[in-house]
């Protein structure tokens, strides 16, 4: 072969090409060259929000045959459907990374089943309520929006082609989200005080969403990794400051209070200041001690167990063809 | 035995589609199925729920041939390939007026009489 | 015999009222099964059938709100009404359609039957295929305009549950025990789904759809084509094992079902939801 073959580089001289070519804004793609942390990083992040995907329609199916009205019905059962499409993008991008490493779907399940593998806190929370599946579709998506947002130019390119398609989807859960909370908020007393409540117990678990502003609060953190490779573009703390920007004047609007009496913009920083949730809690939580953490992992780990027959059942059948 | 058995059941297919009768075939995405028949009808509504669309083609990855990181470099060429373009006859406009006619343009030329 | 509209529909009493009864039939079974279709989102065997079926359901639940929103204009009260508000007995439906996916609920603990699913929705599939083409020529002519339509999207629902039927029936084992199984199961409740009522009679002579016994001779046949193709026939005639639904007679898989699917709606039905 004439061609100039990257594995007749030096692993120093393969690192500055790989980073010449993020530098230059080049994407990169599933069977390039890549050093072994930036794999690492994005099987990590994509991982953790495939499963987060997954996992997240779990309470909002909760939902699904209650919710009120043949409309209401109808729209959410798509909504999460589309969750668990955009699970279905994240895992197969993340497979292609994970296969090199002689990993697939089923060692991505039995890492989520162990606790091994991570699903974003406001997934572990209740949702008892009608209001509960309201604000998870206008706020919890609405934060998944502006996280998801920043890496539509991911460098690596099937994440960010993957985020394209769940982007696009996303506009329409946003106004599913608005449509159900504009109706409570207008509705009688007893609606608006549902909506109000969930916005109270929700209210903690959205700011925890984006991660601690620093390493402080948690231990160790990925950000400056993942910045340095393009794989995100933004800190967790400049993520909550879009959210708050965002939604603080939306939520007063509508006649919600913000279960916080201390949240307010200051002139000088630039910034809003406001009372820290608690990390400690979030870090119970995403450790799989949140509320529901153990049922609704024993959901997906039970009717896993339960489908297991028709998965081998097919192997099989597809190796006598 | 049975990482081995659901290994199989997760095989890779890209799935194709198109957007209208005269659209090409394109890209959307993949998916894990055990067969073809059932990513055909795994395909549409993973990938195509709200896009219109005529036709799907599932392709087991396995059976793509593309280019490696390295080969990209047989896709090279150099910008000296005007003659090939209608850029590189731009001359002719001026010329033909000398003549009194108009140059053909692509719209003239294609136009169905 | 035709009638264009409501309107001219209302002049004949009898065939209102059977169209009514049909109505209600053909809603609340799809209306059911959609429902049972919802639970199984997120536990089914992977997670891009988990998407192809939720599409199969949300159609269904949209065919059930055409053929209550067909009651509303017939005079039943608003389609969230007659969906939310009616009591089990006042349901049309038939028991096969009710029945729970397995053990467990769909928030806690489920110990789902994918056989099952598969065999009631194939079967399902195919009485309602040979339903809509019969009241394609239907006397009340904006019921034969909305089984076209809803045709059109039956297509994919049935390629995909002859598929899963199919590939089931033709694999382990295993497999083929417990599809062997649901089938029996679903048989022995099956004439509940293919028989129109106490209002058949009236259904076929005012020229709605035609009578039972067509109909259920259409299904033997397509259903015996699939059996025949995968070696397996249950014995006897499809049964009536766990009740009539459109006499009204339910389990306590309806009553449950109908207190998830309302409980929203009826802490106020006057309110905007």
Not at chain 2, 28 to 38: G, H
Not at chain 3, 12 to 37: M, P, T, V
Request: glycine share 6%.
């Amino acid at each position: 072969m004439v061609l100039e073959l990257t594995r007749d580089l030096s692993y120093e001289e393969k690192y500055e090409r790989f980073m010449e070519r993020i530098e230059a804004g080049e994407r990169i793609e599933a069977d390039d060259w890549m050093p072994d942390d930036y794999r690492e990083a994005l099987i990590r992040l994509i991982s953790m929000h495939a499963v987060s995907e997954i996992m997240g329609a779990l309470p909002e199916k909760e939902w699904t045959p209650k919710a009120p009205t043949l409309h209401r019905k109808l729209a959410i059962m798509a909504k999460v459907q589309d969750e668990m499409g955009h699970g279905q993008l994240l895992l197969r991008v993340a497979e292609d990374l994970m296969k090199p490493l002689g990993k697939n779907r089923e060692d991505i399940m039995q890492d989520l089943f162990s606790g091994r593998l991570k699903f974003h806190n406001v997934f572990h929370m209740k949702a008892p309520t009608w209001g509960d599946a309201g604000i998870i579709a206008w706020l919890v998506d609405g934060a998944a929006i502006i996280t998801q947002s920043m890496s539509l130019n991911s460098s690596y390119g099937p994440y960010a082609r993957a985020l394209q398609r769940i982007c696009a989807e996303e506009v329409f859960h946003a106004q599913h989200g608005e449509s159900i909370i504009l109706a409570l908020a207008e509705g009688t007393e007893e609606q608006r005080s549902m909506l109000q409540k969930s916005l109270t117990e929700w209210w903690p678990a959205l700011l925890m969403f984006f991660g601690p502003k620093s390493k402080e609060n948690v231990g160790k953190s990925h950000v400056n990794k993942n910045i340095k490779y393009k794989i995100r573009t933004k800190t967790n703390e400049d993520l909550r400051q879009e959210f708050f920007n965002k939604y603080i004047p939306r939520i007063k609007s509508i006649g919600l209070e913000i279960p916080d009496k201390t949240i307010h913009f200051d002139e000088e920083k630039g910034e809003w200041v406001y009372e820290q949730p608690d990390w400690n809690e979030f870090k119970k939580i995403v450790t799989g001690h949140g509320p529901m953490s153990e049922q609704r992992l024993s959901l997906r780990r039970d009717s896993y167990q339960n489908t297991r027959w028709v998965r081998d059942a097919l192997a099989s059948r597809g190796k006598e063809a | 035995m049975d990482q081995e058995k659901s290994s199989q059941f997760y095989e890779e297919y890209e799935v194709f589609s198109k957007r209208n009768q005269m659209a090409p075939f394109q890209h959307q995405f993949s998916l894990l199925a055990p067969n073809r028949e059932m990513a055909m009808m795994m395909a549409k509504e993973n990938f195509l729920r709200r896009e219109p669309c005529v036709n799907i083609w599932v392709v087991k990855r396995s059976d793509i041939a593309g280019l490696g990181e390295d080969e990209r470099q047989v896709l090279t060429r150099l910008d000296n390939k005007k003659y090939r373009e209608t850029a590189g006859y731009g001359y002719l406009k001026k010329k033909w007026r000398q003549y009194e006619q108009e140059q053909f343009t692509e719209k003239n030329l294609l136009k169905e009489s | 015999m035709t009638f264009e509209n409501a309107e001219t529909l209302s002049q004949n009493k009898e065939a209102l009222s059977a169209c009514k009864a049909l109505l209600y039939q053909l809603a609340d079974d799809d209306f059911l099964l959609a429902y049972r279709g919802s639970e199984w989102l997120g536990l089914a065997p992977h997670i891009e059938e988990d998407v192809a079926f939720s599409s199969i359901s949300q159609d269904t639940m949209g065919h059930a709100v055409m053929f209550y929103q067909l009651l509303e204009e017939l005079g039943e009260g608003e389609a969230d009404r007659i969906s939310h508000l009616r009591t089990p007995a006042e349901f049309r439906n038939a028991i096969l359609l009710e029945m729970k996916n397995g053990e467990g609920s769909y928030v806690e603990k489920p110990d789902y039957d994918w056989a099952f699913a598969v065999v009631r929705n194939l079967f399902y599939d195919y009485a309602k295929m040979i339903r809509l083409q019969s009241l394609k020529s239907s006397s009340y002519e904006p019921l034969a305009h909305m089984a076209r339509r809803i045709i059109s999207e039956e297509y994919y629902h049935l390629m995909h549950w002859e598929m899963w039927f199919r590939q089931l029936m033709t694999s382990t084992p295993e497999a083929r025990e417990r599809m062997e199984q649901a089938i029996r199961r679903v048989w022995s409740d099956f004439g509940g789904v293919l028989t129109t009522g106490p209002e058949g009679k009236q259904i076929a002579a005012a020229g709605l759809m035609e009578s039972e016994e067509v109909l259920t001779e259409r299904w033997i046949q397509k259903v015996s084509a699939i059996l025949n193709e995968t070696g397996f026939q249950p014995e006897g005639e499809p049964g009536m094992k766990s009740g009539n639904g459109r006499t009204g007679e339910h389990t306590e898989d309806l009553t449950e079902a109908l207190a998830i699917l309302s409980e929203v709606y009826r802490k106020d039905p006057a309110a905007q939801w």
